[in-house]
């Protein structure tokens, strides 16, 4: 440090530990080292350009500068976080692993018995292991627990799960789930054995327990993009998006939280798709609940939309029916749910582009009632305005709750097996049911898994094209004929 071409690149905001080590007087007798060398503030800068070396695929990196910090250059699949110019780690599971379809035509699997009231946590199971993608990794000759010996064979919930899955696919009679009966307080310290409790629950509970078991032995901590990428997350995981617009005010906020099941209210719906049109319809923030905008600090009419801004492999659906805050009453109503499910309508680019069309209808009103807007051009935006880009997911298991509170009653499950046959999941019971059977409960918990992976061009996922496209698609080949015919 004693040449002064060094010591001009010095801020003169010394902290005081730096102080200490340099005496008094700060850097002033560093600086009278140097000839009495003034001192200025360097200014870092992120490069414009990725770094020129090149990084081991298989490096595991730890992030250390914020989020907008430019990447290095890897393969898209081995980024741990979505978003734009986040550091590439290296994930805990990569999607390419997860398949969301079954390795064979396997059959259901084996009823669980009946520890003392655990059928909640017997038709949890049944369901996780009834779900393809996380069957076919249990089923897989490596293990998916971090931990090993003593610690993985007797609190580990990751490779109990797997333990449990193997054998309840393979086994020929009922099974018992001992670990997961006894270890009930490992899940959630509240949970007692030999007590009615949530089948909700107790299933956010053990999703939440596997996926902090994969990171507990990590080092260093995980940063969030990287614990993300756990198959728990992989499987269940998605995003949502909350976006706060101030009305008279170029302003808009938007926040993103991950999910691992959506919990939709359903007094006021009489069907799954109506009750995601609630959960996705925008909230007017005035009166004693206006919104402060942080860009005039004034309290401005806002409006608030939820939306779905990353699909998960496996789509699990909470249907509130229960009062928590009262006496466990529960809501006693069908709610209509199909084999099929078009997510596509509450994604966050189909309500962008929905909200986008509602402005420029509400601008061009004007027009139209001056008829200066011909009556082909409304029906093109209204015919415009409907369309969206499919997202299909097929049901494959429904918990029930039987009873009338939340203290009391009966939990079974409906579970499509690998070979596409229903059955019912009854404790230590398992049988062949019909569709139409599956599609008259009242469900609790739905569990649909999507038709195509993330990584399947959105074309294949979509299906059939829109009118609209179809049409431009076919006028465009005609004119390519004509324009092709011209030149012969």
């Not at 990196?61 to 780690?89: T, W």
């Not at 006693?332 to 209808?361: A, I």
């Not at 431009?472 to 012969?488: C, D, F, H, I, P």
Request: overall charge positive; glycine content about 6%; hydrophobic content about 35%.
């Amino acid at each position: 440090l004693s040449n002064p071409a060094l010591l001009r690149r010095w801020s003169g905001a010394w902290p005081n530990e730096m102080k200490e080590l340099l005496g008094a007087g700060g850097p002033s007798g560093l600086s009278s080292a140097a000839n009495g060398v003034s001192f200025r503030r360097l200014n870092f800068v992120p490069a414009q350009r990725a770094d020129a070396h090149t990084t081991a695929p298989d490096a595991n990196l730890v992030l250390l500068n914020s989020a907008d910090m430019p990447s290095v250059a890897v393969p898209m699949e081995d980024r741990a976080g979505k978003s734009n110019g986040s550091l590439a780690v290296k994930p805990f599971c990569h999607e390419r692993n997860i398949s969301l379809q079954w390795g064979n035509g396997r059959k259901a699997g084996s009823g669980l018995i009946n520890l003392g009231n655990t059928c909640f946590m017997n038709s949890v199971l049944q369901c996780l292991t009834h779900t393809a993608p996380l069957a076919e990794l249990c089923l897989s000759s490596q293990s998916l627990a971090s931990s090993v010996g003593e610690e993985q064979r007797l609190t580990d919930p990751v490779a109990a799960t797997q333990a449990h899955i193997r054998r309840a696919l393979t086994a020929s009679g009922a099974v018992q789930p001992k670990w997961h009966a006894r270890h009930l307080k490992l899940i959630n310290r509240r949970f007692r054995l030999g007590r009615q409790e949530d089948a909700h629950e107790y299933l956010r509970c053990v999703l939440d327990a596997m996926h902090e078991a994969l990171l507990k032995h990590a080092r260093p901590k995980p940063a969030p993009q990287q614990a993300a990428t756990t198959f728990v997350h992989r499987i269940f995981g998605g995003k949502l998006r909350s976006q706060i617009t101030c009305e008279g005010v170029d302003y808009t906020s938007s926040t993103f939280d991950p999910f691992l099941d959506l919990s939709l209210e359903i007094t006021k719906a009489h069907s799954l798709t109506r009750a995601l049109q609630h959960f996705t319809a925008a909230e007017v923030l005035d009166g004693d609940n206006k919104y402060r905008c942080p860009k005039n600090n004034k309290l401005v009419r806002a409006y608030k939309r939820i939306s779905i801004d990353d699909a998960p492999n496996v789509l699990t659906v909470h249907l509130k029916r229960f009062d928590f805050f009262g006496r466990g009453h529960k809501v006693s109503k069908r709610v209509e749910f199909g084999l099929e499910l078009d997510l596509g309508p509450f994604m966050t680019q189909h309500l962008q582009q929905q909200q986008h069309h509602h402005k420029h209808h509400k601008q061009q009103q004007p027009l139209q009632q001056n008829g200066l807007l011909g009556q082909q051009q409304q029906q093109h935006g209204e015919h415009h305005h409907g369309h969206h880009q499919p997202l299909m997911y097929e049901l494959y298991a429904v918990l029930v709750h039987l009873g009338q509170s939340l203290h009391s009653g009966h939990y079974v499950c409906y579970v499509k097996a690998g070979n596409g046959i229903w059955h019912i999941c009854d404790d230590h019971r398992v049988a062949q049911v019909s569709q139409r059977v599956v599609e008259s409960q009242q469900a609790y918990i739905l569990f649909y898994i999507k038709r195509q992976p993330k990584s399947a061009p959105a074309a294949a996922a979509a299906g059939p094209l829109p009118a609209a496209v179809a049409a431009a698609a076919r006028n465009a080949a005609v004119a390519a004929n004509q324009l092709q015919q011209k030149q012969q």
